[in-house]
């Protein structure tokens, strides 16, 4: 059975950062693309950060050059390093991953993948 796990969200002053992690159970990231999503109260999910099975990766432009995405395939671990944080990045983060080359837009919302995390809140006040 396939599961993702999220976990390192909390709460945060504005400036702040954190370190979300994605590990996956019953199968590998190799070959898949996997991303970072977010939905805030009253807000349609959006794409935050992907990495594809190459190692390309793409970022909303709310969050470039402030939040890093990576993995490791070795330990099935999906991160998003998050610096100076905003209250806008106020949110529901959710990993999800999917056999998809390349990854799709972040735009599409999600689109395509098929495993999502239970998601991990993060708040920055």
């Known amino acids: 059975q396939v599961q993702l796990v999220e976990s390192g969200g909390g709460s945060v002053q504005a400036g702040g950062s954190l370190r979300l992690s994605c590990t996956a159970s019953?199968?590998?990231?190799?070959?898949?693309?996997v991303g970072w999503f977010r939905q805030a109260p009253g807000e349609e999910r959006e794409g935050v950060a992907a990495i594809d099975s190459d190692g390309n990766t793409s970022y909303a432009d709310s969050v470039k050059g402030r939040f890093t995405v990576s993995k490791d395939n070795a330990v099935n671990s999906l991160y998003l390093q998050m610096d100076s944080l905003k209250p806008e990045d106020t949110a529901m983060y959710y990993c999800a991953a999917g056999r998809l080359f390349p990854c799709p837009p972040l735009t599409s919302g999600g689109s395509g993948y098929n495993y999502w995390g239970q998601g991990t809140q993060v708040t920055v006040s």
């Open positions: 019953g199968y590998t990231y190799r070959g898949y693309c």
